[in-house]
């Protein structure tokens, strides 16, 4: 008899495990339960579709279930909530309807996923106050967007997802009101990185509120009208709430199943739980840090569809592939600037990991200095004071960040340190760098600072 | 007493290491011999000069002849021409206004560069016929298109220069004839990637004539007026002949410094010649490949100011600082595209290396595919069947490629395999990257052949 594959949740996780497992054995059973209606969605995608650059939100949709269940043979459940997990007798209850029927397994995988993190504020209950974490929340704020003549809108949180709605928003016609507790945006990305963003945000006039607190939501007639904080009360007519997700972890925490230090799901070099044949993948799960060599939350898409993929194979092959590490590469646009990260900037974190940080942040052209056109990409380098190796890369600028920020990861994977990073053959072409690298020039500051 | 270091050509390497060593030691004597009247230029920038972009030729150079003299203190004397060089009096004789003078060093760089190839065709001297290799070319063309009505030119040579310049000439308003004595032209990029910039020329109306060898050059009035292939005859008012360039040795060779397996100066990892005190570096030099681990000859811009910098160095504190190595990255525009490619494509190469090559060509969106205006970036990716060891990357599209071709770069330098190469943590964002960057989908599909 064929083995059977269960996946809780159908996201990028669950759906790149079951393709590639039954991919690589037609003969296995591949039972995907999802609560939700679709699967395999890009969440990503949800600021450009409510800034109207995407029409329908099935196009955000890479494959649908129709085509998981015929073309791929995926026992694909919609709609079906799985209440509890029993790892000693590998079985799982699922909930469809008001029905509850037990299912066992052989292999479990466990991908579902984060939710938007709801801040304890009065007035998160009423009506146009929305966090944005699925397509069921772009769909009602598009919605509103498209039948109401809002005027003034609020963000909480100026996070990535909190930015891209910034621009979303603003490319609707509507006044921006941005409200970060923290001195600046874009926590994760340094405050160097953080400046040059904030600069472009007030030059695209989004009013930034920096070190703002919001203290609780206003309204009337059940609609929220204002947003209150410690400096003021600003009108808004849609609030938009964006203070970061957490990994949905109850089930598998009723399970017995551990956590890892970071409060998602520990797993191991192959993604596996501390229960046998119970894997953990994507935005629940953690993921090891090839820079720190700790377990680390970047719960984001590629790892999710890499982790997955590996743990299908896994499977598929009773092998145990490793799902590979992250270093904590993440890219946003904002507006008309190209924003990136990767590795350790956290001075307090690189303490942590046990490196001693030393950083630069330089200007350099996108472009050799005599081809027209060219902007300023501002790199901000850390390295470790004794080794000289390097640990993490912002980089921000109207061109050229999203494509260069791909080699400091590369260097990151592979504990490079500044002497050899400084040497590397680099590409060269007036129209689209500098003879140095902005990365090399940064990493030869930095070395000369050491 | 203080030493002199003494520097033969005053481009990219010569400057580079003439600048760092004072620097580093401003007690040292550093004398510059420069047989022309410009130092420090960009000559990668003259088809954009000749194009227009660039209106004025000064704007090409970094820093003027007076900068480096009263700035930096350097000893430069222009229009002075070594005319020997003589390792064991450590001397070296240079003219200057048909005086020849005796100057005396402690560490010698020969940094003389390169010269265009000039192929021996009948009509080479007709006038209106220029290689493109330094400043004087390029105002001669452009005073050229500046003053003539022309209209048909003809370009000899499909290598990058060759195609920057036909981009050039076209955005001038001119018909453009490229020949091509090989089947596709940017050999070194391999045919997959030819085959797309070839398509791309053809849409911007350049007659592309591949396969054709020029035979001659013919005139009228010691004026060209056409060029005349096995294929027949073709009208050309102005022609550019781009067919390579070769290293300038002689003077090395004729002081008994020795030549590597490519024809330039042999150097070790640290830009010595096999002359004591002797180094070399820029046009002039090999490099080490690092993906073959021999000697390599790939002049570009970046290699010379890298190498020039690490001997000044070396010179300034009596230390022997590598140079680094090379992987062979290469960046170009044509037109609307960007062509890259980096370490070994050639399969006659890889297996001399010791390799035995697999490779794919695989097409990916620039964007996500929910994401409005994005493109395909064709990724064509080597690598060592036995061994899985990533060799070389070629990359071709509208956009996304300058900055990814660095990532693979690194991971070349770092001689890194597609196990590892498939999951590393690459940036993803909708309007700039699919979930899976190219690089990786096509390490991924490669994988799966060997």
Sequence with gaps: MSETFLI??????????ASKAKRDDPEL???????GRWVSYGACGLPYYVKDDIRDIEDLVALTPEEFIEERDIDLRLESRVTSIDPEAETVVAERDGTARKQSYDHLLISTGARAVTPPLTGMDLERVFTLHDLEDGKQIKRLLDREDLSRTALVGGGYIGLEMAEALHGRGLDVDLFEAMPHVLGPFGEETARVVEKHLQEQDVTLHLDT???RLEGSGGRVDAVVTGNGTYEADLVLVGTGIRPNVGLAEE???????TGAIATDRCGRTSEPDVFAAGDCAEATNAVSGEPDYVPL?????RYGRAIGQSVANDTLEPVGRIVGTALVKVFELEVARTGLLDEERIRGAGFEPASVSIEAKSRAHYYPGGSTIRVTMTADRDSG????VAMVGEEGVAGRVNSAAVALHNGVDLDALEQYDFAYSPPFSPVWDPILTAAKVLNGKL
């Design 29 to 35: 059973e591949v039972v995907v339960f999802e609560q």
């Design 255 to 261: 399970a017995g199943v551990e956590l890892g230090p």
């Design 213 to 215: 607190a919001v203290e």
């Design 301 to 305: 898409a590629l790892t999710a569809n």
């Design 8 to 17: 809780v949740g159908g996201d990028a996780a669950g759906m790149s495990a």
């Design 389 to 392: 190796r390097l640990l993490g």
